[in-house]
């Protein structure tokens, strides 16, 4: 049998899970695994802060399917830094693997440097977190680790490996190991019947697609089912790409601030929703009475005990969200041809019509920017095949309201946790997943100085990311002004026309902040200099494969549409009709 170390076997096993790329810090505690992959064939990434290689590592992960990102660090602070990235991991299913170093087993328990019990600590924010007491058992519980990823709801591990453990000789044969099996359940064939029965008896049915479905590889089946159904489909922020914003079948988000007008309105409207891999978020719901009065629901979830959760469905059923999909479009072939499908033509063409009726206005030209102008641009310069990363806060509320998202894996948000300082880390990663899709982030001032240095990350690699700063709290530039900083001609003007009330003092030059980390940089005030300064960016980002940040300087308060109930939003904005000679009716299928 083969001797090696143990971190040797364990390189070799992540190899054979098909990991190529990986974040991290190197430390004393784990350099024994850091002399083993400098054996392998996996490329390394700095990063800058371990929770940015978290970070880093989600964005890997969502971007990519079938791929898991990695984020390595050593003992003590640095498993500690990882529990917000994990979190954030956890609360999204997002399969992720941290890898933290530790003392000498015989030193846990004497307060020993950066001697600390990371491994319960980060238990509540993983599916699995273990301290690994002995050499032999290294590549094994890496080989477990991946399958627990996988298997059920997705989600995060973490591996603490003692120094001692990691420098033992053990007996590993890698011919003679491979991955092991990951389950899916299987719906109940009964269930799917009665879940179609429900649905063919409505009048106004809808499908609710959450992130499960991207994550289950399932968009195509959820189109395809919607379309034999002639169903109205409303994405979830997670689940958004499921079905491109302009299939006629997609009839906008519902929510309480990441929502569309006529999504709420449609669902509202609704008398039945088929819910498949969500889970009922607050955002998405407001409060539960509201949400589900005069509607009958099914829950479709990978996990058995989500079901009810939040409230109970009328039908609940537990099984993988593709393999319940198959099952559906299996079942609603069988009663198409047998004439058993309602097509409902008068339901799906009044929620085209909300559609078309119930859009925002978004044509702004004031000084400093609107929100609504920018994302308008953004629509335009950028094409269907961009995958975007957006931060927590009213850029990702403005976001979720103003964009178009037409793939599923394109919109890369975090979703429950929203931790301050995910996006460029998370863009980063996303772009080294699948290298020949164009990233751009969009991102709020403040989360963007939380973990700025991150940008040095994806410039000392030539990661060429966009990154568009919402900058809507500049104080501390205008007082930086009134000591004698010089500002150019555009940021001047910019300040000149604020008559906002003062908020916040933590306003930086994001510009030479970015270019001091290697990047290239502009900063937009007028609203016809923003399509230009899009257009610069693309061009420069992949000719010269470096990060380039683009400055929207906004307004100090934007009135951004919100609410407390689905059925009480607050809106500033005029209503705007599209021409009505554009046809957004579901065709016969």
């Known amino acids: 049998m083969p001797k090696m170390s143990a971190t040797d076997a ?87 693997l941290c890898i933290t170093g530790q003392a000498p087993r015989a030193k846990l328990h004497k307060e020993d440097f950066q001697a600390i019990d990371i491994a319960s600590i980060v238990k509540p924010v993983t599916k699995w977190s273990v301290c690994v007491m002995e050499g032999a058992q290294l590549p094994w519980v890496f080989r477990k680790a991946f399958q627990i990823m996988r298997e059920g709801r997705p989600g995060p591990v973490h591996i603490d ?160 969200a593709r393999l319940a999909l198959e099952m559906f479009v299996e079942v609603a072939r069988e009663w198409a041809d047998a004439g058993r499908i309602r097509r409902r033509n008068a339901w799906t063409a009044k929620a085209a019509e909300r559609k078309r009726t119930l859009l925002r206005r978004t044509d702004f030209d004031n000084v400093p920017l609107k929100p609504q102008r920018v994302f308008q641009e953004i629509n335009a310069v ?67 100085q939380f973990l700025i240095e991150e940008l040095a990350v994806a410039a000392q690699y030539n990661v060429p990311i966009i990154v568009i700063v919402l900058n809507n709290a500049y104080l501390g530039l205008i007082r930086q002004a009134e000591r004698g900083y010089k500002m150019d001609y555009e940021v001047q003007l910019s300040f000149n026309n604020v008559n906002a009330p003062e908020i916040g003092e933590y306003g930086v030059d994001h510009v030479k902040a970015a270019e001091a980390f290697g990047c290239l940089a502009t900063r937009v005030v007028r609203s016809e200099d923003i399509a230009p300064k899009l257009r610069w960016a693309r061009q420069e980002c992949a000719a010269r494969k470096l990060p380039v940040v683009v400055e929207m300087m906004l307004e100090r308060i934007t009135n951004i549409a919100m609410g407390t109930e689905i059925d009480q939003i607050t809106e500033f904005e005029e209503i705007v009709t599209l021409p009505s000679e554009m046809d957004l009716s579901p065709a016969e299928v």
Request: aromatic share 8%; glycine share 12%; with cysteine.
């Open 382 to 448: 950028f094409d269907r095949n961009t995958r975007f990363v957006t931060s927590i806060g009213l850029g990702q509320i403005a976001s979720g309201q103003f964009q178009r998202i037409y793939a599923p894996r394109h919109y890369v948000i975090c979703g429950q946790a929203g931790p301050l300082g995910w996006d460029v880390s998370a863009a980063t990663g996303a772009k080294l997943a699948e290298p020949e899709t164009e990233v751009v982030a969009v991102v709020g001032d403040y989360s963007f």
């Open 161 to 320: 490996l003692p120094i001692d453990v990691q420098r033992e000789p053990i007996e590993y044969d890698p011919e003679a190991d491979a991955p092991l099996a990951v389950n899916k359940p299987r719906p109940n064939p009964v269930a799917i019947e009665k879940a179609m029965t429900m649905l063919v008896d409505a009048d106004r049915p809808v499908i609710v697609a959450g992130g499960g479905v991207i994550n289950a590889e399932a968009s195509d089946l959820l189109v395809e089912f919607a379309e034999i159904t002639n169903t109205p489909v409303i994405p979830t922020l997670m689940g958004w790409g499921a079905i491109p914003d302009d299939h006629p079948l997609h009839a906008g988000m519902v929510g309480l601030q990441t929502q569309h007008r006529y999504g709420n309105a449609t669902f509202l409207d609704s008398d039945f929703v088929l819910g498949i891999g969500n889970r009922w978020a607050n955002r998405h719901t407001g409060s539960i009475n509201v949400y589900t009065r005069g509607r009958k629901f099914v829950h479709v979830d990978i996990e058995p005990t989500q079901i009810g959760r939040v409230f109970g469905p009328d039908l609940g059923i537990a099984a993988d």
């Open 10 to 96: 364990a390189v070799k096993v992540l190899e054979s899970e098909g990991v190529t790329d990986v974040f991290g810090i190197p430390g004393a505690a784990i350099l024994p695994f850091y002399e083993s992959l400098q054996k392998s064939r996996i490329r390394h990434y700095v990063v800058r802060h371990e929770e940015g290689g978290s970070h880093a590592a989600e964005g890997y992960t969502r971007a990519k399917a079938g791929k898991i990102g990695v984020n390595i660090g050593t003992s003590g602070p640095a498993g500690t830094d990882m529990v917000t990235g994990l979190y954030s991991a956890m609360a999204d299913s997002i399969p992720i």
